[in-house]
């Protein structure tokens, strides 16, 4: 009888982005297993359980949080995939989320809100919240200035003090990175602690898309949503192929976010010239269903030739190419998050059939949209447990 492997999942179970990396080897397993899982409840940075020291096991997938926690994980001499980023030196092979890819979209989130500034609020204690606030100043250089600010670690209240002494230095209006969903919340917090409006005078973005937590801020956080679970199941496949001997280097396995979940703490049009920025609104909320340039035209009425100029001039781009953009990426948040079938797809974003999406989609993208979905989208099991809005 053929053994089944017996697999340690050292993984918390207290936020979404851990979560979603369960549904991920889940995913995998239904698939490839059977595996024999052992999987304990633990906060995040919890240390190694004293079972898995005289454990029978065959390998673990794991948040490796600290460097004590890499040694004792090292000492067992068991096949070991970190799913976390928070050391700066690789002891294992890892899979985490593309920081520049995350940083990027976030960037574009707000440099297409007109922001003319930006800023950063990080978190010392990790690599990964020093690479993603690297790489946001990178990708916000052409647009504007770029500030990172690191609050000392402490109680939460101080913490929110301290963030609201720095938001009142900032120069406004101002679109703030927070390094994940929970600083987030507390530059909300902060924003009303120091009077400041929220988006109006600071427009704050979060990291991991955790949906309960945004939805419960004030005003709801937008959020770049990780893929979790493509994580996940990829930890899966490399810690199959480690346990069954096959040679692993110990490399970074970077994985692309998603995309942006919308919500009212972005929700601003940053322009000089109102009524662009009513453009800008009316694009945000109907460019997905298939609004076009004279649907723009009737919502917000003006000379053509007047729209074409003046949008340039807010925003740099045209308002055509500016709608197929958010259109294309409506597209691609339903091809890697839903299994809707690509004439569905068409459908619910305004396309008249299917060719004429597969046309625009290869043209933009390169690929077709299965190729795409295939490349970025994982599984059936995977593009269901992530929801993009």
């Known amino acids: 009888m053929k053994k089944v492997p017996k697999v340690a999942l050292l993984i ?19 698939e490839h297993g059977p595996w024999s899982i052992r999987l304990t409840e633990q906060g995040r940075g919890a240390a190694v359980p004293a079972w898995l020291k005289g454990w029978d096991g065959d390998g673990v997938i794991a948040r490796v949080e600290s460097a004590r926690i890499a040694r004792e994980l090292r000492a067992t001499g068991l096949p070991v995939i970190d799913v976390s980023a928070a050391l ?31 800023a950063y609020c990080g978190d010392e204690r990790f690599h990964w919240a020093r690479r993603r606030g690297e790489a946001f100043a990178a990708a916000t250089s052409g647009a504007g200035s770029c500030v990172i600010f690191v609050p000392k670690t402490g109680a939460v209240d101080d913490e929110v003090l301290e963030i609201a002494r720095w938001l009142k230095t900032l120069v406004r209006p101002v679109g703030v990175l927070a390094c994940l969903d929970l600083r987030g919340q507390q530059v909300l917090a ?11 005078e600071v427009a704050v973005i979060g990291v991991h ?37 096959k040679p692993l280097r110990v490399v970074l396995h970077e994985i692309a976010p998603l995309g942006v979940a919308s919500r009212q703490s972005t929700d601003v049009a940053a322009v000089g ?9 009316f694009m945000r909320e109907r460019a997905a269903s298939g609004a076009n340039v004279a649907d723009v035209l ?5 000379a053509r030739t007047a729209l074409e ?15 197929r953009k958010l259109r294309m990426e409506r597209v691609k948040e339903l091809l890697v998050s839903t299994t809707l079938p690509v004439g569905e797809v068409a459908a619910t974003t ?11 989609f290869r043209r933009e993208c390169g690929l077709s949209p299965r190729e795409f979905r295939a490349r970025h989208g994982g599984k059936t099991d995977i593009r269901q447990a992530s929801k993009v809005r």
């Open 298 to 302: 009737r919502a917000v009425p003006m």
């Open 88 to 118: 700066p030196n690789l002891v294992f092979p890892r899979v985490a989320t593309d920081a520049e890819a995350t940083a990027k979209l976030a960037a574009q989130h707000l440099i297409e809100r007109g922001l003319p500034r930006f």
């Open 273 to 281: 010239d109102v009524k662009i920025a009513d453009v800008v609104r």
């Open 350 to 360: 305004g396309f008249e059939n299917p060719e004429y999406l597969s046309a625009m």
């Open 309 to 323: 100029r003046r949008f340039k001039a807010a925003l740099g781009t045209t308002p055509h190419a500016h709608l």
């Open 209 to 245: 898309n955790d949906e309960l937590l945004c939805e419960l801020c004030d005003p709801p956080l937008s959020s770049v949503i990780p893929n979790g679970p493509r994580a996940g199941y990829e930890a899966a496949a490399l810690l199959r192929r480690a346990m069954t001997g």
């Open 190 to 200: 902060a924003c009303r602690l120091a009077g400041l409006s929220v988006p109006d």
């Open 12 to 30: 918390e179970t207290s936020n979404s982005y851990a979560r979603e990396l369960l549904h991920g080897v889940r995913a995998w397993v239904r």
